[in-house]
């Protein structure tokens, strides 16, 4: 069992920043894929961003690629989404995911550990 803790979100305005931190308990950090996913009222669940346990390999979704970055303490059991230049299209409940896997994992299905979610809002 993973039990996921989300923090971070809050409101900004458009081109500012915020750091989103997910902590990561009941299970060896390292051997998790982890992933950030947001859902927007009325639209589905996306992912945004995926990075692997040994961090070699990384995912951003298109919308966020050159803005976004992922990153993982796994000494700290904690991913971190670093959020740049931020659009009032990235408003959206956050959250954190955990896959008991390797590699990268971008699709919402494949994992198995979700945390609360947090909310970024971003006004213009």
């Known amino acids: 069992q993973v039990q996921l803790v989300e923090s971070g979100g809050g409101l900004v305005q458009a081109g500012g920043s915020l750091r989103l931190s997910c902590v990561a308990s009941?299970?060896?950090?390292?051997?998790?894929?982890m992933g950030w996913f947001r859902q927007a009222p009325g639209k589905e669940r996306e992912s945004v961003a995926a990075?692997?346990?040994?961090?070699?390999?990384?995912y951003y979704a298109d919308s966020v690629k050159g803005r976004f970055t992922i990153s993982r303490d796994n000494a700290k059991n904690t991913v971190y989404l670093q959020m740049n230049s931020l659009k009032p299209e990235d408003t959206a409940v956050y959250y954190c995911?955990?896959?008991?896997?390797?590699?990268?994992?971008?699709?919402?299905?494949?994992?198995?550990?979700w945390g609360q979610g947090t909310q970024v809002t971003v006004s213009s």
């Open positions: 995911a955990a896959d008991r896997t390797m590699g990268v994992v971008t699709t919402a299905g494949a994992y198995g550990y």
């Open positions: 009941g299970r060896t950090f390292s051997n998790l894929a």
């Open positions: 990075i692997s346990w040994s961090a070699d390999n990384i």
